[in-house]
């Protein structure tokens, strides 16, 4: 079986979501090298990383569960795109800012609005969905989140060294591209 082949037959908005999820996925591009980012850029000791990244772990899991309490709540499609300005906004400022304790806040702040997100992406592809495709749209929304966190981090590797600013500057673009684009012709 051919691997697209599988994933024919699906909605048009089950399309259009997975797009969406692939281009806010490639926005990933700076929480996979947060690591990198706090050791080469900002001299952080490794201890201190550990502690981070950490409280990032942590602050995960409540985003989750918040953002499935909004989705259940509010309209899912608003969700994304509100949750997705404030990671927008965030990532912008830390492209022109310096790098410091106020940009690390701003990256978590997009990394848990992105966190809030997800709940109201896999809810909208059940809404939209008949029961018999369910399993194949969200293998399709798997597959293409996964492509995006493949490919981000790859490219903000190539500008970690001289242009990190536009890794901020792309993310917070493909992140804003996502709804701009995806979310306006789904008729969800």
Known sequence: MNLLSQYKGLRRENYILCFGRLVTSMGAMIWPMLTMILSQKMGMSAEHISWVMALAGV???????????????????????YLDIISVVCYMVCAVIPLSVK???????????QNMEHPSYNALTADITVMDDRERAYSLQYLCSNLGLVLSPTIAGFLLRDYLWLAFLISGGSIGCSDSVCLPIARI
């Open 59 to 81: 602050l995960s899991l409540p985003a989750n569960l918040i953002g499935g309490k909004m989705a259940d709540y509010f309209n899912k499609k608003m969700n994304i795109v």
């Open 103 to 113: 940009a690390i806040v701003l990256m978590f702040v997009a990394a848990t609005c």
